[in-house]
């Protein structure tokens, strides 16, 4: 008794009573943490890596012909060439491997794939299954991607001597756009996974269109089925792409196979 006679008295008319486990949150919380600069390793973890940014180089001479399909990117060379490890180079092929624009034997290294008339089949055919449900949801909502239509103009306007690296990158423009149009993230998730293939396989037969503006009658055409927003349309204005599409690369296969 004589420990609490010493305690002070607490005169409870003047104690506070707060609610408990309640944090007040400024109304501009989110515009005060958005002014907050950022650590400079955030900022930095946007910009590719040296293995990345290898792999990208290595991408674009592949997909410009430097390398003849069949050949082999030889580890000591391009290590010697890039000025990197030959652990650099192989973590970026691998990268590659990956995208499907370069394959790998065991202990002979990396090498740039030749595809085969069940490849071109397969490839094209797969492409068509993924797009033909991009194609519904664009005719559903109307709305066709300002992106495809810019790729169809790119065509349009390309001079007569423009790279075949320039038509191959226009018309994979155009058709990642009508699949990002699906809103699908799944559907864009596997459209990707053989996007670079398509390339390199078009790069490859770079001769399937007898004449460049051929392929812009066709995009216009593709363009001007969806503007109708009539489903089978549209539908059979892409599957005839893409089975036109297959009918030019087999030809060209064909053709190869007779050269031998």
């Known amino acids: 008794m004589a420990g609490r006679a010493n305690q002070p008295v607490i005169d409870r008319r003047h104690v506070e009573v707060h609610p408990p486990h309640i944090i007040v949150v400024p109304t501009n ?14 900022a930095e973890a946007a910009r590719p890596t040296a293995v990345e940014a290898l792999a990208e180089k290595l991408k674009t001479r592949i997909l410009n012909g430097d390398f003849a399909p069949g050949e082999y990117l030889r580890d000591i060379r391009m290590a010697e060439e890039y000025e990197v490890s030959r652990s650099t180079f192989r973590t970026a092929a691998q990268l590659l491997v990956g ?36 194609v519904k949801m664009i005719v559903h909502t109307g709305q066709i991607p300002v ?24 018309d994979r423009d155009f058709h990642r756009a009508i699949v990002s149009a699906s809103g699908s993230e799944r559907l864009q998730r596997s459209y990707e996974a053989i996007e670079s293939e398509i ?11 007898e004449h460049p503006k051929e392929i812009v009658r066709e995009h216009e055409h593709l363009i001007a089925c969806l503007k ?23 030809r060209v296969e064909a053709n190869k196979l007779r050269a031998r």
Not at 29 to 42: E, F, G, Q, T
Not at 147 to 170: K, T, W, Y
Not at 228 to 250: G, P, S
């Open 29 to 42: 919380y989110r515009d005060m943490s958005a002014s907050i600069p950022k650590p400079a390793s955030v």
């Open 99 to 134: 995208r499907r624009i370069l394959r790998q034997v065991a202990n002979r290294g990396f090498f740039v794939p030749e595809f085969s008339a069940d490849d071109i089949v397969d490839v094209t055919r797969f492409r068509g299954v993924l797009e033909v449900e991009a």
């Open 147 to 170: 992106e495809a239509i810019n790729a169809v103009e790119r065509l349009r306007n390309a001079p007569g001597d423009a790279p075949v690296s320039f038509m191959v990158a226009a």
């Open 199 to 209: 390339e390199l396989l078009l790069v490859q037969r770079q001769h399937y269109y």
């Open 228 to 250: 109708t927003r009539d489903f089978a349309a549209a539908r059979d204005a892409f599957l005839e792409h893409w089975d036109d599409l297959r009918v030019k690369l087999l």
